[in-house]
Nanobody, 126 residues
C-alpha cells in the first residue's frame, strides 16, 4: 500500500506562485510514474502534470504549460508541483497520484493511477 500526502495548498493572489509537495510512503518510489490532477467544484478531475520514474520526462496539460513545473526527488520520495503566474481558473483541489511501472503510457487518464492522495486546496484570488 502506498500513502500519498499532499501539502502546500493555500490562498494565493492572481499572478502569484505556490509550490505543492506530495510525500509518498513507499521504498520503491522510483518505480512509480507520478502525476498531479485537480478538480474544481462541479467539474471532473483533470490532468495537470506527469513525471516519469527517473524524472527525465515530463508532460503537462495545455492549460498549465509554461506556468507549472513538476519535479521529483526520489531520495526523498517526494514529488513537487511549482505553480507560477497563477490564475483564478487554477482554483481547485489538487491531488497527486502514483502509477506503478515505468513504461510509457497514458499518464493523463485518472483511472490508470493506482494510488491517490487526499488532496490539497488551492485558491487563486482574482
Amino acid at each position: 500500500q502506498v500513502q500519498l500526502v499532499e501539502s502546500g495548498g493555500r490562498l494565493v493572489l492572481h499572478g502569484g506562485s505556490l509550490r505543492l509537495s506530495c510525500a509518498a510512503s513507499v521504498r520503491t518510489f522510483s518505480s512509480y510514474v507520478m502525476g498531479w490532477f485537480r478538480q474544481a467544484p462541479g467539474k471532473e478531475r483533470e490532468f495537470v502534470a506527469g513525471i516519469s520514474c527517473s524524472g527525465g520526462t515530463t508532460y503537462y496539460a495545455d492549460s498549465v504549460k509554461g506556468r507549472f513545473a513538476i519535479s521529483r526527488d526520489n531520495a526523498k520520495t517526494t514529488v513537487y508541483l511549482q505553480m507560477n503566474s497563477q490564475k483564478p481558473e487554477d482554483t481547485a483541489v489538487y491531488y497527486c497520484a502514483a502509477l506503478y511501472g515505468c513504461a510509457a503510457g497514458s499518464w493523463t487518464t485518472p483511472k490508470v493511477y493506482d494510488y491517490w492522495g487526499q488532496g490539497t486546496q488551492v485558491a487563486v484570488s482574482s
